[in-house]
């Protein structure tokens, strides 16, 4: 089995590849046994990068987004609907939290001065880039929606751009749902199918809050039914996603802040149908509850998600079940 | 909606057999890296993890290399350290180059993209440093560099391939742990490598991100393990995010529909079913309440 | 910046996703590798480790902008390990100075100062300390020198650097010349010099890829010489068996087959145990040891062995702690002193041990006349065989389980490989390096692997061997070309101090009359005409006298404690670090804190350069920076991009580096400094007509100088070392010497380097166009040889062992030797050529003499001198050990050298009172990320992230023991002094049992220091100054020491803390002093 012996040739073709076989000299000893431990992992280090992102801006952006796009759908159905004040509240609501979100977004990026890359390519692959577009293709509307709102400048083009953000305002409003699951952040992607009604509920909630608490009590009956909708919808959501990923849930489940978001949800949108229809007073602090709600929702996923990617464990074990499930399947066949 | 996730890779597709069974642990593939790519250093933290101490791939260590010591034996190796079994494991660890890479799908700028050697490279001067590829990469390779504020990771020394050079890293191991070349030929090897292994009593050798059908379309730079993936940090079965995409644009379609009925009816259906709030505001037309 | 929408190139091109070339950016389309943009290419070598890896140099615009490794390189085949990768950083990083500084004294710190205006000054001193300190005479002998100079360093730098600093100085009169090669590997020389010859390793690095079973001992080989670990692996692909003794389990043991835990300083034991396992049991290579080796030999009827004097050998003198080694010799044959080596003579009429004189000899092949009495049936109850069987009788498999912990199944899976693998068809191979060298006897542990592979007949043969594992890039080059007190170049010995004596009297006596040292008076000659050329004359026996003389030992270590009593007042420190490096750092430091002046040369603000404002003694309180007198210059060195020359790689291999870019600022190489050091000298000196300046002044000093900085050409030093004729044409090799003065020779072993007036070392053939041999890569010495001896790898007859291990075999029909490597013999001289009688130098040596350069022609299993300590190696206890000798009634080995001062303590060891206060045994080692003292990897950031702290190895059973934590930090403590480190629990540190007991041993890398970008403390502020009398090389493998959590005191309480551990131990001047 040894082969080295002197050999002429040039070196480059004696050099085979070193394919050398460590421990290969002989039998070994018995020894003790050391058990193998349960789960291994390399020194309990994530074996994901946690995202980057910051919490103000990246939470704060999936919740003004969705404010700004379930605002902005609010804000077509009252005008359709006649009802001008809370149209207003919802366009200029829309527009603010619409110019948040982008600060939000350009103030987390690396080099914000190179904001306009995003458009450099349209990529369906990437949330980001089609959020990017959607962008694009809402926030001159619902500027456009608002400026007229408030000026009352051009109102045909004004209504016209009022119903074109209200259309693309959901897409805005949820596709950051799957902007944050199109990742590997384990409590993230597994609840890819959940998230996005979650999101468009707590918009909603939050869309609803933010008519409750600006417009005046005549004009809010949208609002305060949204906002019950959206509160029921973002928490049927939530148990079902919690639900749905078992052992992944737990960060979720442990999050106060998730847990406080839902309260205050619920909360304003029980307050804000009974209380809220009478006092202008309830109606704002149940719309701000909502708006409260709406925003801890969000930090709450979000800081669920980061740590679901920190603890290696949600990685890991959930690939571990998986493999071992497709394996057996495949030994059955 | 759907797109096709299988890139067409045209050209012949090179990558990297990091055999660790043969890693002396020296990181001179990390040094080489550095140098030729002018990473800077990360940090002068001692971490007490056996002779890692630059604890993971990050945008500052593009290749790193990982050091286990476990009671566990290696094949037949005798290590005389008492009465149990011991071995040190060492595995240099790099992007793996997915045939699915999640981090270049999801790049809204196109600063990540498929080079012609099947490669995946992010372009500095494009990076906006938004930070999606970061957690989009299941293995946790890239990562976003505190000073330019862009994404950086290993670019299979892109510049050097197209020069007809073999990556630094590659170059510099002294004991061919990293072996650059066809990645088929590589996969043919690696064959033969783990066979050979197990035959000669490694039975824990296995190879890692080398099956095409795995959740990332198989790496372009592929393993031999002598041990479970997340002993070394790696995942066990990492899946692209991106493959379910296409789900994710349907349920937030879905969810964005809703949104649209659900306000509508909230508005338009007030008055006339009144029963989900009992309010008496909302009516159809233009009534102020 | 994009020109085209790549949204449109999307839209309208194959690429829809835009995942591929759509999202390429312009910048990305121009992308090119810069090793493609470089004005040129420049070939260089390593300047860390002594594997000696290619490298290619890329150049643009003046400047370096990569270096890689260089793919033609046999040893290297293109791979550098992370030293090597990060040469880029270490030459062009911010980590290095520019700029020539000064510290006036008592001054608190730096100041600029003017390169020329500095070199200056340093002459001025130089002169000056040398009228104040001459010593024409030393106890009534002419020794024409002065003491008041040292300088240190040469294992950094170029072959000819090392030259013209050995040549300056010694016409300068300054003996105290010394480098890292006392400290590393100096043992070496002595243990493989007196066993077959040379101080060398006898065979080369790709050659390993033809072993069947690879012992690795005393080395870290995978961490510290990586590169060249890739041909262990290749012999492992091909079938051959690793094995790993040593105390921690290493990134080497990782990968080999058997990993075997030894305790520290217990190898002497364990190979011995493996002799008399092949002894006893007739595995030894039967006609190979009758023929080649002096097993045959019959020694004198009134040697006693350690066997019989329990640990002793006959002729030891308890009052001169030394050995009167005459009952060593052979029967039969005149003893050196009687053929008139008045050298021993002298010193032994002194009563003192020879200096280094050992290690002369040891590296030349020993003097002997007459003809050994010889029993080739080996049944001779006085032949050596039947000798070394008594001597390791006691080495059973239970004494190895005793003194080195090493469990008996394993010691026997390495007898079994080994035996298994070696014979006429397989070879074994040893490879070790500092774990060994590194021992109050040092020596001797190379000593038993060279007797073990002579028996197992492994010498001389391909994948055979003894790979000694060197340090430097050239610290074989600065032990050839010496900076070494007591070598001239090519090992002929520095003359010591005696009554008139004449050139012919010192050649009668150093000269051996058999073998190829015979020929020293040409080798010695010549190099006196390269030195003062016309001014040598046979009249004046060619300024033989003009040689300073030696009166004792003069070591680094001598050095220090001659600074700490004020003798020696001016240091020049080029490219070392011994306030990390040497051991009991802090005496160095005091030391230097004593001195008048200190001049620094190196790349980076080192330890020692700035110790009088930042060292541990000015935190302590112990030393005051206004108090400290010296003055301090410190200036930038040039590196190896930035200057030509050679470096002598690890296996005696000579290659040359060019320049590629122009040093910066006050940088230069230290040829340059050397060269114009010496040149305003002579110009402040000139017209004097004091003879102490004569030979400064008549020295051969007109290099020719190129370029802006007046740098002077490497290759005519080259040319010089190499020698030419009265024609003044480059010599072909050592052969062609004359003893009339006709020729002239820099280093008669380097001779042939520039044969043709071609620079060899600069020969770069690619590896892929040559046979494993590579001869056509760079040059070796001797005559190009790359495995040593190699007539072994033929059977008396001339053929080979076996088809399988061909090397080098006799042509019947050429008359010739012939083969792959160039014959280590006479290529002429048949197996059948036997001397006749009276016959002299080569001669005499018959055609089954593998070992030309002994007077016997044969490997030494036992030497009948050269070696001080005894013929035998024999184990004795390291200085400080927690263990009791259970071999011999000796603790320690008898003839250590031990230097009692307050600051170097010395520990009770095993049984004796207070011993237990050190319980633990310490060893230091490196790391594959950093580089020794740390000059060249502490200031490298891509080095010293990947080690970025100071820490000790300790098991979980000793970490259990005295509440260490994983992560924290201990304190170490000796009697020296206590450092502090990171705790790393691991199993790789096993705790061993000895006849009982648990030992615990605690492993320290040395490479920590105060300055740069990583820091912590220095483990030899632990060590002490204890050294191998035959190569004053120090004990730093092997300490005891406690351990305790928490970090260490600081300010005064750090020294009250060490005394109050002396105190508990009852320690004081004589504590292990004694014989
Ligand atoms: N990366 C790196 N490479 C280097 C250097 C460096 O600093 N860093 N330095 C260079 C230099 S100058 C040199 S001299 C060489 C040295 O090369 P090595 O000698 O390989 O280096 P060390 O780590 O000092 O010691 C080797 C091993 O000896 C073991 N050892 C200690 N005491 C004993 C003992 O009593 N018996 C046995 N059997 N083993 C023992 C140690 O645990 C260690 O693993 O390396 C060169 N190469
Ligand atoms: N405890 C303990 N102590 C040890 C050892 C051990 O194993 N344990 N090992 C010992 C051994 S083997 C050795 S070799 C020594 C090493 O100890 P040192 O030789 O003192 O350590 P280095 O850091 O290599 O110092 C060499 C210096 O030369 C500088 N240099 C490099 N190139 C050049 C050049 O071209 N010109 C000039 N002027 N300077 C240059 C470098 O920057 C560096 O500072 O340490 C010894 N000490
Ligand atoms: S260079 Fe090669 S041997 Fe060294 S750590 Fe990297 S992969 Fe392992
Ligand atoms: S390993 Fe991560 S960073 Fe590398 S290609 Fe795959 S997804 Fe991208
Ligand atoms: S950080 Fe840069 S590379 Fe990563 S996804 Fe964003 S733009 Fe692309
Ligand atoms: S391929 Fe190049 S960029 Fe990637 S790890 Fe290796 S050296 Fe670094
Ligand atoms: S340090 Fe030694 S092994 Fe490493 S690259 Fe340099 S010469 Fe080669
Ligand atoms: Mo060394």
Redesign the pocket.
């Known amino acids: 089995m040894s082969q080295t012996d002197v050999r002429m040739d040039g070196s480059a073709e004696l050099r085979g590849e070193r394919e050398a076989t460590p421990g290969s000299a002989g039998r070994r000893r018995e020894r003790l046994l050391v058990p193998k431990a349960e789960f291994d992992s390399y020194y309990g280090r994530p074996v994901l990068h946690e995202p980057t992102w910051q919490a103000p801006d990246i939470a704060g952006y999936l919740f003004l987004g969705g404010l700004a796009g379930a605002s902005s759908t609010l804000a077509a159905a009252a005008e359709l609907t006649g009802r001008p004040r809370l149209a207003r509240v919802g366009k200029v609501g829309a527009v603010c939290a619409l110019g948040g979100s982008l600060y939000a977004l350009i103030h987390d990026l ?1 080099r914000p001065e190179r904001f306009v ?1 995003m458009l450099r390519v349209f990529k369906v692959t ?1 949330p ?1 880039s089609v959020g990017t577009w959607l962008l694009s293709a809402y926030g001159p509307q619902a500027g456009l929606a608002a400026a007229a709102s408030l000026t009352g400048v051009a109102p045909g083009v004004g209504r016209a751009a009022t119903v074109g953000a209200g259309l693309v305002g959901p897409a805005v409003a949820t596709y950051t749902a799957a902007l944050i699951c199109d990742t590997a952040v384990p409590a993230w992607h597994e609840g890819y199918r959940e998230m996005p009604f979650l999101f468009a509920g707590s918009a909603t909630a939050s869309a609803g809050g933010l008519g409750m608490f600006a417009a005046p009590l005549d004009e809010a009956g949208p609002a305060r039914r949204a906002a019950v909708l959206g509160a029921a919808v973002e928490c049927v959501a939530a148990l079902r996603m919690e639900r749905r990923l078992g052992p992944l849930a737990e960060p979720l489940k442990r999050s106060r802040l998730l847990r406080l978001g839902e309260a205050l949800s619920v909360a304003g949108a029980v307050a804000g149908a009974t209380v809220g229809r009478r006092s202008r007073v309830a109606a704002m602090a149940a719309g701000a509850a909502l708006l409260a709600g709406s925003a801890c929702t969000r930090f709450g996923i979000f800081q669920a998600g980061m740590e679901s990617a920190r603890d290696p464990r949600y990685t890991v074990q959930p690939q571990r079940r998986r493999l071992a499930k497709t394996r057996a399947e495949r030994d059955l066949t | 909606m759907a797109f096709d996730l299988r890139e067409q890779l045209d050209g012949r597709r090179v990558g990297f057999f990091t055999d660790t069974s043969i890693c002396i642990g020296c990181k001179a593939c990390e040094v080489a890296c550095k140098e030729w790519n002018a990473v800077p250093d990360d940090g002068m933290e001692f971490t007490g993890m056996s002779y890692d101490n630059t604890v993971g791939l990050s945008a500052d260590t593009w290749r790193h290399v990982a050091f286990v010591e476990q009671r566990r034996p290696l094949g037949h190796q005798e290590p005389g350290v008492g009465d149990m079994d011991f071995r040190w494991l060492m595995a240099s660890d790099v992007c793996k180059h997915c045939t699915h890479a999640a ?1 270049l799908d ?7 993209f498929r080079t012609e050697f099947g490669t995946v490279v ?1 372009q500095e001067d ?9 957690p ?1 990469c299941p293995f946790g390779v ?1 990562g ?1 560099r505190e000073t330019s504020g ?2 950086a990771k290993c670019t299979m020394c892109y510049d050097r391939l197209g020069a007809g050079e073999e990556p630094a890293c590659a170059k510099t191991c002294p004991t061919d742990s990293i072996q650059f070349g066809d990645l088929d030929e590589l996969r043919e090897r690696a064959d033969r490598r783990l066979a050979q292994l197990r035959e000669a009593g490694t039975t824990s050798a296995r190879l890692y991100g080398h099956d095409p059908d795995d959740g990332v379309g198989g790496t372009g730079a592929f393993f031999l393990l002598l041990d479970e993936p997340e002993v070394y940090g790696l995942p066990p079965d990492p899946v692209v995010t991106t493959r379910d995409l296409p789900s994710m644009w349907r349920h937030a379609a879905v969810a964005a529909l809703g949104l649209v009925a659900g306000i509508a009816a909230v508005t338009w259906t007030g008055t006339s079913t009144g029963t989900s709030t009992g309010t008496s505001t909302g009516t159809w037309r233009g009534r102020r309440g | 910046m994009d020109l085209t929408w790549p949204l449109l190139r999307q839209l309208t091109g194959a690429d829809r996703t835009a995942r591929g070339p759509a999202a390429k950016s312009a910048k990305t389309e121009a992308l090119r590798a810069r090793t493609t943009t470089a004005d040129r290419v420049v070939k260089s070598v390593c300047p860390y480790c002594a594997v000696g890896c290619g490298q290619n140099v890329y150049v643009r615009d003046e400047k370096v902008i990569q270096i890689e490794g260089d793919p033609d390189s046999p040893i290297s085949l293109g791979r550098l390990c992370p030293k090597g990768a990060a040469s880029l950083q270490l030459t062009t990083g911010e980590g290095r100075m520019h700029k020539a500084l000064y510290r006036p004294p008592g001054g608190a710190g730096w100041q600029e100062i003017d390169l020329g205006t500095a070199m200056e000054m340093i002459a001025d001193r130089i002169i000056a300390t040398r009228r104040e300190t001459w010593e024409w005479e030393h106890g009534g002998r002419r020794t024409a020198r002065t003491m008041g100079i040292a300088s240190l360093g040469g294992a950094t730098l170029d072959n000819e650097e090392n030259y013209l600093i050995k040549k300056l100085l010694t016409a300068l009169g300054v003996v105290q010349i010394e480098n890292q090669a006392r400290v590393c590997h100096s043992s070496t020389v002595v243990g493989l010099g007196t066993s077959f010859g040379r101080g060398g390793a006898t065979t080369f690095m790709q050659d390993l890829q033809h072993s069947d079973c690879v012992v690795i001992q005393g080395s870290n080989f995978a961490e510290c010489h990586p590169v060249g670990f890739q041909w262990v692996m290749e012999a492992k692909a091909r079938g051959a068996v690793v094995i790993h003794v040593d105390p921690r389990f290493t990134r080497t043991s990782a990968v080999a087959d058997v990993h075997v835990p030894i305790r520290a300083g217990s190898d002497v034991a364990f190979l011995g145990a493996i002799i008399n396992h092949v002894l006893e049991n007739e595995l030894y290579f039967h006609e190979y040891v009758v023929n080649y080796t002096n097993a045959a030999t019959i020694l004198r009827e009134d040697f006693r062995d350690a066997e019989d004097l329990d640990g002793l050998f006959s002729g030891f003198g308890e009052e001169s702690r030394t050995y009167d080694t005459d009952s060593w010799q052979y029967e039969g044959m005149s003893t050196v002193a009687a053929s008139g080596d008045r050298d021993t003579d002298f010193e032994r009429r002194e009563g003192r041990t020879p200096p280094g004189r050992p290690e002369v000899q040891g590296s030349t092949g020993m003097p002997l006349d007459g003809s050994p009495q010889r029993d080739e049936t080996l049944r001779h109850p006085r032949c050596v065989l039947q000798v070394l069987r008594r001597h390791f009788a006691r080495y059973t498999p239970e004494m190895v389980e005793r003194v080195c912990g090493v469990p008996r199944h394993l010691f026997e899976e390495v007898c079994r490989h080994l035996t298994e693998n070696s014979g006429p068809d397989k070879t074994a191979e040893f490879v070790y390096a500092v774990g060994w060298t590194q021992h109050s006897d040092g020596s001797q542990f190379i000593r038993a692997a060279s007797i073990l592979q002579l028996l197992l007949g492994n010498i001389g043969r391909p994948g055979g061997g003894i790979q000694a594992l060197r340090g430097h890039a050239s610290i074989q080059g600065s032990s050839d070309v010496p900076t070494l007190f007591n070598l001239l170049p090519g090992y002929i010995p520095m003359p010591h101090a005696h009554e008139n004596e004449r050139l012919h009297d010192f050649l009668l006596a150093d000269a051996p009359h058999k073998g190829f040292w015979a020929n020293m008076p040409s080798y010695l000659v010549s190099l006196l005409k390269a030195w003062w050329g016309e001014s040598a004359q046979p009249d004046n026996d060619y300024r033989f006298g003009w040689l300073p003389r030696l009166t004792g030992s003069h070591s680094t270590y001598d050095t220090v404690l001659a600074q700490l009593e004020g003798t020696c007042k001016g240091y020049i420190l080029l490219g070392e670090n011994p306030a990390v490096g040497s051991a009991n750092s802090k005496m160095q430091r005091l030391g230097m804190a004593n001195l008048d002046w200190l001049v620094v040369r190196d790349f980076s603000l080192i330890e020692s350069a700035t110790w009088w404002k930042d060292g541990p003694e000015i935190e302590t309180g112990e030393l005051r920076t206004e108090d400290i007198r010296t003055e301090v210059f410190f200036l930038p060195a040039a590196s190896h991009t930035e200057k030509n020359g050679s470096f002598t790689n690890t296996n005696r291999l000579l290659q040359w580096h060019h320049q590629a870019v122009e040093p910066h600022g006050d940088a230069r190489s230290d040829l340059w400094f050397m060269y114009h050091l010496g040149r305003i000298i002579r110009r402040k000196l000139a017209g004097s007509q004091d003879p102490m300046d004569q030979p400064v002044l008549d020295l051969t000093w007109d290099y020719p100088v190129e370029g802006e900085t007046a740098e002077p050409s490497a290759e005519a030093v080259l040319a010089e070392i190499n020698g030419w004729d009265a024609q003044g044409d480059p010599l072909p090799g050592y052969h062609a010497l004359k003893d009339d003065g006709s020729t002239a020779c820099g280093c008669w072993i380097y001779c042939g380097v520039y044969a043709d007036g071609v620079n060899q070392a600069a020969r770069r053939k690619p590896a892929s166009e040559q046979d494993w041999i590579s001869a056509e890569w760079a040059w070796a010495w001797p005559a190009n040889r790359r495995i040593l001896y190699n007539r072994a790898s033929a059977r008396p007859d001339g053929s080979p062992w076996s088809e399988r291990k061909r090397l080098v075999w006799w042509d019947d029909e050429a008359q010739r030797w012939t083969g792959h490597d160039v014959p280590d013999f006479e290529a002429g001289k048949s197996p059948g050529y036997r001397p006749p009688p009276g016959a002299q130098g080569v001669e005499a040596l018959s055609g089954i003499d593998p070992f030309i350069m002994q007077a016997d022609g044969k490997g030494w299993l036992f030497a009948p001198t050269g070696v001080v300590d005894g013929p035998l190696p024999t184990h004795y206890e390291p200085q400080d050990s927690p263990v009791v000798n259970p071999l011999y009634g000796r603790q320690r080995s008898p003839v250590r050298k031990v230097y009692p001062h307050e600051h170097n303590r010395y520990q009770p060891s095993g049984d004796e009172p207070g011993a237990s206060v050190y319980p633990y045994v310490v060893t230091t080692y490196r790391l594959t990320e950093h580089f020794t003292a740390g000059g060249m990897s502490r200031f490298t950031p891509y080095l010293s992230e990947l080690q970025p702290a100071m820490f000790c190895e300790v098991s979980p059973a000793l970490a259990a023991e005295r509440g260490l934590v994983h992560g924290d930090w201990a304190t170490i403590i000796t009697a020296r002094n206590a450092i502090e480190a990171r705790v790393l629990v691991t199993d790789r540190i096993p705790s061993l049992h000895l006849n009982g007991r648990v030992l615990h041993q605690i492993g320290l890398p040395f490479h920590f220091g105060r300055n740069g970008v990583v820091t912590g403390d220095a483990a030899n502020e632990l060590s002490s100054i204890s050294l191998d009398p035959n190569s004053h090389i120090q004990e730093v493998k092997a300490l005891s020491a406690d351990i305790r959590p928490g970090r260490r005191p600081r300010g005064p309480a750090l020294p009250e803390l060490v005394k109050a551990y002396q105190r508990r131990a009852g320690i004081d001047e004589r504590t292990g002093t004694e014989v």
């Open positions: 690396g890359n990437s980001m | 981090c999801v790049c809204p700028t196109g600063s990540l992010v494009i990076c906006n440093g938004c930070g999606y590829c970061v989009a890239i976003k862009t994404a």
